[in-house]
């Protein structure tokens, strides 16, 4: 055992360089500023961020979060049924099925979001088409829907993947216990499957809520300057404007978020019942 | 117990990727009988089990529940439940709402509920358990609840699949009478299966001893004991001594190259047969009384006797006796000529694994099913 906890060092070490460390600097930075004086300690960062006679950072969170739960929704109330089907296939079809979803995640990240501009674009793909049988061409990309499209596309494998793991390791003879209990397949599905998929279906809202709420590749991308997130205010800020003190700011006030949605969603999965 | 039949198996087969599992069974159960499907793993007594549950549907054959035909009907259409192997206890239940289950499916008022429940506990005796979490709870006690959540359905038949597999020694000898206790109390059809020999003479009124997809003997404890039909049989229920004989004549019988007053005729002259002796009725006596004499090999302490190895010319009798003999000593048996069962021939071989590993896989093997 305690060769065990040696071998630990190694990534202790690590993850203090590379987590603990910058984590504290942002800290850090969103509570200093930088004057003649040299480094004095501020809270001004924040007092911006929450300015209620100038709400448009918290305005910016808000359609972050809007966003996020519209593209998380979605994912669920598509990746459940794939995920459900996928797991009650023959186990040679499963496998190959499940592999055709992963696929996609072979391919870079931002190549995949590029390909969906190609499509919606003005004369893009879509258009083109809708144009061939005698439809008007719509407005597709630089929209809100167009950024929710790219979340889903990115982020549905991790919905997925959670899921379907749970559900082909569902022990059968308790579907078998509730069938024979009276259960019609319909009320085993509510009372007995979806009670034991629980935490595969919160640790999927988890990992797709996240990267959504941070993501600024996808809105920059396919929203344009339709629908600003926060992550592109707070990459803005240290790109563009140089402020790292208002973009660390940020950075800490969109995490203490997160970690109420995980904290919320973690109690949640310990509960012992739902219905 | 009544004299009318609940369920009928008629013509039953089943078979797996072309493997015959069940070869057209018949059986009939009556109503109240605590009825054991007894045999070897890998034998067709799960898949009877899940046939008659509706888990599995047979290639042929019916499916008869009070005279009405369930063959195709799911399980939850049908009047009867079942005591899962592994329990089946749902985890993100507690033990009230486990048991609950299935009055909640039938939308029974919440006041009854809680009287079923505690009444059902009760019956298990696990009253106040209520509120405990199922997966904090020991073997035996899950065991328990998977009892009551069964019965609190009030089914006519209770199917129980080898329950008692995973509780240890004493717990299980403990269960076995709790579950008789239980069985009349309730005073349900309890159809249980297992491939302990012991458990299914303890506790049962009927026993069904299969082998091979097939139906060996059906019968009370004491007349599969005392009378097994083939040898089969008599080496499945308990210990006995096979030997090959030839019938000379009626009454007469000749083994290990020595002629035997018996109580069977009706056979051909010098037909070959085999005999089966239980080592309980070879019985230790002065040399002028016995009939079998040999020297004794082995001597070992069993707790209610000695299990003693006797060599007679080249066959090793086992005995049981509660006295003690000395290896390597002279010894002298009596058998009685109706403690001599004289049976047709029957192919033997391989009819159930003696190698505990083969045995466990042919087990995880008939789970899969």
Not at chain 2, 178 to 204: C, G, N, P, W
Not at chain 2, 268 to 284: H, Q, W
Not at chain 2, 338 to 356: G, Q, R, T, V
């Amino acid at each position: 055992m305690r060769g065990a906890r040696k071998a630990a060092y190694p990534y202790a070490v690590y993850a203090f360089t590379f987590f603990t460390a910058p984590l504290l600097l942002i800290l850090f930075y969103s509570l200093t500023r930088r004057g003649p004086g040299g480094v004095a300690f501020t809270l001004d960062h924040f007092a911006r961020f929450f300015d209620f006679s100038n709400p448009q950072y918290m305005k910016v969170l808000w359609n972050s979060f809007r966003i996020a739960f519209y593209a998380t929704a979605l994912c669920l109330l598509l990746g459940f049924p794939a995920a459900y089907v996928l797991a009650n296939l023959r186990p040679r079809w499963r496998n190959f099925f499940s592999m055709l979803f992963i696929l996609p995640m072979w391919m870079n990240f931002l190549l995949r979001t590029y390909a969906w501009m190609a499509l919606l674009e003005t004369n893009g793909i879509v258009n083109t088409l809708l144009q061939k049988i005698g439809l008007p061409a719509l407005q597709l990309m630089y929209t809100e829907r167009a950024v929710v499209l790219g979340m889903v596309y990115n982020f549905l494998p991790f919905m997925i993947l959670p899921i379907y793991n749970m559900l082909i390791k569902l022990d059968n003879s308790l579907l078998e216990a509730a069938d024979d209990l009276g259960a019609a397949p319909w009320q085993t599905f509510v009372r007995v499957t979806l009670p034991l998929t629980r935490p595969a279906i919160f640790s999927g809202i988890n990992m797709v809520f996240m990267p959504s709420v941070t993501t600024f590749v996808i809105s920059r991308l396919l929203g344009g300057t339709s629908t600003p997130l926060i992550g592109d205010l707070i990459e803005k800020q240290f790109k563009l404007v140089d402020d790292k003190g208002f973009g660390s700011a940020m950075a800490v006030i969109i995490m203490v978020f997160i970690l109420a949605f995980v904290a919320l969603n973690g109690r949640n999965e310990g509960e012992e019942m739902v219905f | 117990m009544t004299n009318s039949n609940i369920i009928e198996l008629v013509n039953i087969s089943k078979s797996f990727d072309g493997d015959l599992v069940l070869g057209s069974v018949n059986l009939s159960i009556r109503d109240g009988e605590f009825i054991t499907l007894l045999g070897p793993s890998g034998c067709g007594k799960t898949t009877m089990l899940r046939i008659i549950g509706g888990f599995l549907f047979p290639d042929t054959g019916r499916v008869m529940f009070d005279g009405k035909d369930i063959t195709r009907l799911p399980p939850y259409q049908r009047q009867l439940n079942t005591v899962f192997q592994k329990y089946a206890l749902f985890p993100f239940l507690n033990v009230y709402e486990n048991v609950a289950f299935g009055l909640r499916i039938k939308k029974m008022p919440e006041e009854k509920i809680r009287a079923r429940v505690s009444e059902m506990l009760e019956l298990v005796n696990l009253p106040g358990f209520e509120k405990r979490g199922v997966t904090a709870l020991s073997g035996g006690q899950q065991q328990r609840v998977a009892i009551a959540r069964a019965l609190a359905a009030d089914p006519d038949v209770l199917l129980l699949d080898e329950p008692l597999g995973a509780l240890d020694l004493k717990l299980r000898k403990a269960m076995q009478i709790e579950l008789k206790r239980i069985q009349q109390q309730a005073d349900i059809t309890f159809v249980y299966v297992t491939h302990d020999q012991e458990e299914a003479l303890t506790m049962s009124d009927t026993v069904v001893v299969m082998n091979k997809g097939n139906i060996q003997q059906i019968g009370t404890p004491e007349s599969v004991y005392n009378e097994p039909i083939n040898a089969f049989v008599a080496d499945f229920i308990g210990e006995s001594n096979q030997l090959e004989g030839i019938m000379r004549e009626d009454y007469l019988v000749e083994f290990n190259g020595r002629r035997y007053r018996c109580v069977d005729r009706g056979f051909a002259k010098n037909e070959p047969i085999e005999v089966v002796i239980r080592p309980e009725d070879l019985t230790i006596c002065p040399p002028e009384q016995g009939n079998i004499s040999g020297i004794v090999q082995t001597c070992v302490f069993m707790g209610q006797n000695y299990a003693i190895e006797v060599l007679q010319d080249d066959y090793l009798w086992t005995v049981h006796s509660i006295y003690h003999a000395a290896p390597g000593s002279p010894i002298h048996l009596y058998l009685e000529p109706d403690a001599i069962h004289i049976m047709k021939e029957f192919d033997n071989d391989d009819a159930y694994p003696d190698d505990p590993e083969e045995e466990l896989l042919a087990g995880a093997e008939e789970e899969e099913l």
